[in-house]
């Protein structure tokens, strides 16, 4: 992961921002979880933190934060900012992509999809314990957990009224989606008709990039299954996306890098989401939003509606 300038991206917790401060520089570290590594499901990686504002007055709104696709992870984001707008930050990590493959799950997108919105049921179903409003969800991530936020917003409402578990039987319906730096499809050729050159997915769809472009057709029904650009619809909730680095590559900023992290994957799915008549946001260096300040102001305004 590459910063340029000096500037770190927003969506980093602080405990993650010591990863990269120089020896010496002391930085406050997150408070610590209101309730942690909550398990929203039998499997060890299917855990949560839930940060609820001390200071503030139920029922409280929820924002929901994916950690990453590859390894485990949870990010606590922007908890002082959303603390002070009385909203409460789940940080939710999933089973990744290795898991699925050594449990020989294809895709292996069916892990990150499933977990994505058992979480959104989860903090649903136990609002009254925790004190959450269920009406009011909104979900997001960084980079790569992005794409579970977005299967969530654009997978309709994913609850089974004939399931055996509870859990399962609870809407998925979110408020509104926030992607940061994302990349908003697993269809290989889409992605190439966004950012020219890009490599990025792989194993998603359970091949290496170059496979699953030559097997394109033939995964034409696992990409309209799970992902999110070809699961657009009318009634998906509002979509913001930020990026740090504009159109153009910064200086300093690997090729590789800044492919993964362009605008362009957000001004693409924009283009196809305007389309379908869903509100659908893009900001990055010299093209801001009138609406809105940032993913964050985005996110606290949908929720107060």
Same mark, same amino acid.
């Given at each position: 992961m590459t910063f340029c300038k000096g500037q770190w991206p927003s969506y980093l917790s602080l405990s993650s921002l010591l990863l990269f401060m120089p020896s010496g520089v002391i930085v406050?570290?997150?408070p610590l979880p209101t309730y942690a590594n909550v398990s929203y499901g039998q499997h060890p990686h299917?855990?949560?933190?839930?940060?609820?504002?001390?200071?503030?007055t139920p029922p409280y709104p929820v924002f929901i934060w994916y950690g990453g696709l590859w390894q485990p992870a949870k990010h606590p984001v922007n908890l002082g900012y959303f603390a002070k707008e009385n909203i409460a930050i789940v940080s939710v990590e999933l089973? $990744?992509?290795?898991? *699925?493959?050594?449990?020989?799950? %294809?895709?292996?997108?069916?892990?990150?999809?499933?977990d994505a919105c058992r979480s959104v049921q989860f903090i649903r179903y136990n609002a009254k314990k925790y004190r959450f409003d269920p009406e009011r969800i909104a979900v997001g991530g960084g980079s790569q957990g992005a794409l579970p936020a977005l299967y969530v917003a654009t997978s309709?409402?994913?609850?089974?009224?004939?399931a055996k578990e509870e859990l399962n039987?609870?809407?998925?319906?979110? $408020?509104c989606v926030a *992607?940061?730096?994302?990349?908003? %499809?697993?269809?290989?050729?889409?992605?190439?008709?966004?950012?020219?050159?890009?490599?990025?997915?792989?194993?998603a769809l359970g091949y290496?990039?170059?496979e699953s472009l030559q097997k394109r057709n033939e995964l034409e029904k696992v990409i309209s299954t799970w992902s999110p650009d070809a699961l657009l619809h009318a009634k998906c909730p509002p979509i913001y996306f930020e990026n740090n680095w504009g159109?153009?590559?910064?200086?300093?900023?690997?090729?590789?890098?800044y492919k993964v992290h362009s605008p362009a994957w957000a001004l693409g799915f924009q283009k196809l989401a305007r389309e379908k008549g869903v509100r659908c946001y893009v900001q990055y260096p010299g093209h801001p939003t009138k609406e809105y300040k940032n993913i964050w102001d985005f996110v606290a305004k949908e929720l107060k509606k």
């Open positions: 406050a570290k997150d299917q855990i949560l933190d839930i940060y609820i504002p001390k200071d503030g089973r $990744t992509f290795n898991d *699925a493959i050594a449990d020989k799950v %294809s895709p292996p997108m069916t892990y990150i999809g499933a309709r409402n994913r609850a089974d009224a004939t039987r609870v809407s998925t319906l979110v $408020t *992607a940061f730096r994302s990349q908003p %499809s697993i269809d290989p050729k889409r992605m190439q008709e966004w950012v020219p050159g890009v490599e990025w997915g792989a194993p290496s990039f170059k159109l153009t590559k910064p200086e300093g900023i690997g090729e590789t890098d």
